[in-house]
């Protein structure tokens, strides 16, 4: 394979990125070509569920600070899916493990606690490199937050190299587990005009709620939440949070909210509320960018519910769209910006800046595991 290092630093190299996140839905993987700067060709993508034996076993590591052997035999498996997925999409691609320069690896959040300088991401990058003969960049968050930031959101970068032809100020809303946004003004290349924070929950408390109240993890197309009536009374308790008025850049833990709030509710009118509540953050998200944006572009499962979206276009005063509407992949896209921030770690660019994670100035980060 292509060595890593200074070999890549002078042309564009292809790149794999591989998604799992905050999300339990399952794993999303992408194939660039790139020089981690203004160069993104998307070469393919695949998404596969979790199967449902790991995604239960996974939902249970959720919230644990310490290793024990069920967290050790989970991360061994669900890495080993990964791999698997790897394997498929250069299948599919016509592509080798000899053609790709590097894998960025996010792996599968448990514990976000950035206060504390802290945040777990499940995952093997040692075992992910031996099994596909691929180098790997992972533990991508530990430099920021060792060096003052939020360690997240870290999408930003390849939010601003795909949007650099576009009409400005744009937002990229990605709505997973959790919502951020990344507002990318005039001149991306300037720090002032790049700002990302996390808006609070996407649909992981929809999902909760769901799960809890029907068997099923997922609103289907936002039916129950377009049946019910928004309790208003909860929905306010909600966002009294503090977390709302607190100044970015920020970002969140999936289980820094729970379902508590619309107990009692019925099932319908507990997926209106916390989608809502879900629609009423963004909101609230907007009134702390630095200009309007023109236009709302919207990734993550969230584009796919049609109640939440109608929801986001009342509420904010501009077009709000899915990123498929410019061409853009929302199934791929955060994989996507995994592949390019590998490429940007190997190069020692930036991964992060002041106005994206509030680290004190711009920081490249991530760690290389041989194949």
């Known amino acids: 394979m292509t060595s890593t290092g200074t070999a890549i630093l002078d042309k564009p190299v292809l790149a794999l990125g591989l998604m799992s996140g905050t999300s339990l839905d399952g794993i999303d993987a992408a194939l660039l070509e790139t020089d981690g700067e203004g160069l993104v060709t998307p070469l393919g993508a695949l998404t596969v569920p979790y199967e449902a034996g790991l995604r239960e076993r996974l939902r249970g590591c959720l919230g644990r600070e310490a290793r024990d052997p069920e967290t050790d035999l989970v991360e061994k498996d669900m890495t080993l899916a990964h791999a698997a997925l790897v394997e498929d999409l250069l299948s599919a691609s016509g592509r080798t493990a000899a053609d790709v320069c590097a894998i960025g690896f996010h792996g599968h959040t448990l514990l976000h606690r950035p206060e504390r300088q802290w945040t777990w991401q499940l995952g093997d990058a040692a075992l992910l490199a031996s099994r596909t003969g691929i180098d790997v960049v992972g533990d991508i968050r530990k430099a920021d937050l060792e060096a003052g930031g939020q360690g997240a959101p870290l999408a930003p970068a390849f939010h601003a190299a795909m949007a650099a032809s576009m009409e400005k100020p744009v937002a990229v809303l990605n709505l997973g587990g959790v919502g951020n946004v990344t507002w990318v003004g005039e001149d991306a290349g300037d720090d002032r005009a790049l700002v990302a924070f996390d808006t609070g929950p996407g649909n992981a408390l929809i999902d909760d709620w769901m799960r809890r109240m029907t068997g099923k993890g997922v609103d289907k197309d936002g039916r129950s939440a377009a049946a019910g009536t928004v309790d208003q009374a909860a929905l306010a308790a909600l966002l009294a949070h503090p977390y709302f008025d607190a100044p970015p850049p920020k970002s969140l833990d999936r289980d820094d909210f729970d379902v508590q709030a619309v107990d009692g509710l019925a099932v319908e009118d507990g997926a209106a509320t916390l989608t809502a509540f879900t629609v009423g953050a963004v909101a609230r998200a907007a009134s702390l960018l630095p200009e309007p944006p023109v236009r709302w572009l919207v990734t993550g499962g969230g584009r796919h519910n049609p109640t939440m979206m109608k929801m986001l276009s ?37 991964l992060s800046w002041p106005g994206t994670t509030g680290v004190p100035q711009p920081q490249t980060g991530g760690r290389v595991f041989t194949a």
């Open 314 to 350: 009342d509420a904010l005063s501009v077009p709000v769209m899915p990123v498929e509407d410019i061409g853009w992949d929302g199934d791929a896209l955060e994989a996507q910006a995994f592949a390019y921030l590998a490429v940007r770690s190997l190069r020692g660019l930036p």
